[in-house]
């Protein structure tokens, strides 16, 4: 990689487990301070980081563990409820998904309460989960077995969505607590209605495998999503078929992320352990990353 396209990390945590999944709180967290959640082989971790835009004392970022979790399994995938705060009592609350097929909802007061809570009826790997945002007493979870599921948090099942192959990605409408967004390995995402079950609407990728796809949560009429080595953008208003399409990473594409602060800027990274495995950050107004 030419020195010139390569950017160092500004700051870097070493940490005592492997690390196969992070994901920032995209809450409100009633401080400052943004909740970080971090997971292994046999731990999770909860922090805070403070950026020096939220405090000038601070010299670039400083990170802070707040608690680590035993999780007995590889922990795969992590989400956030919208319940998590720091402020006056913290409450801290996350579900993830594990090499045994199974999802574990950990509640926690930081002290000496903690719960967690085992969710069983996957029968294969578990891709993606995420609470629903608006009081996040559901979780939906997709899966390798060609479902999606939708939990309470007693760990009921309360709808399952036969999918026609493996559940990739999963996205909860951030107002209309009934539509979800689905999308699936052959190229395929669906926006369900929970109240009849029953699928709304199609996008095609019209390429496969698809390996990741999000909802722009700042514009609903967009999705982003990444198929082969290229990058996709929908405006579902328009048509079914991507209306932007452009080769991102050499050795295919692995995630896509929209900013949650600007309808524009969107994320890719390629797939670990390749050659050049970069992650890349887009314009939609820009031809260059």
Known sequence: VHEDNSRSPSYTVSCDDYVNVVEFNPFPSGTPASLLAYGGNQYVVIGTCLFQEEDLDIEGVEFTVLRAFHHEVRVDALAWSPESHLDRIPHIRFCTAAADRRLRLLTSDLQDKHEVKTMEGHTSYINHLVFEPTEGKQIASVSDDHTCRVWDLDGNESATLRLRSPGISVCWHPEEVFKLMVAEKKGTIRFYDLVTQQA??????????????????????????????????????????????????????????????????????????????????????????
């Not at 495998?209 to 609903?220: F, G, H, K, R, Y």
């Not at 996709?232 to 992320?257: G, M, Q």
């Open 200 to 289: 709304i609407l199609s996008l095609d990728c019209g390429q496969a495998p698809l390996m990741s796809a999000d909802w722009c949560l700042t514009n609903t009429i967009k999705v982003g999503a990444v198929a082969g080595n290229d990058w996709l953008i929908w405006d579902i208003a328009r048509s079914s078929y991507p209306n932007e399409k452009r080769p991102a990473h050499i050795d295919k594409a692995r995630l896509f992320k929209w900013s949650r602060a600007n309808e524009n800027l969107f994320a890719t990274t390629g797939c670990p352990g390749k050659i050049s495995s970069q992650l890349l950050l887009h314009h939609l107004g820009h031809p260059q990353v």
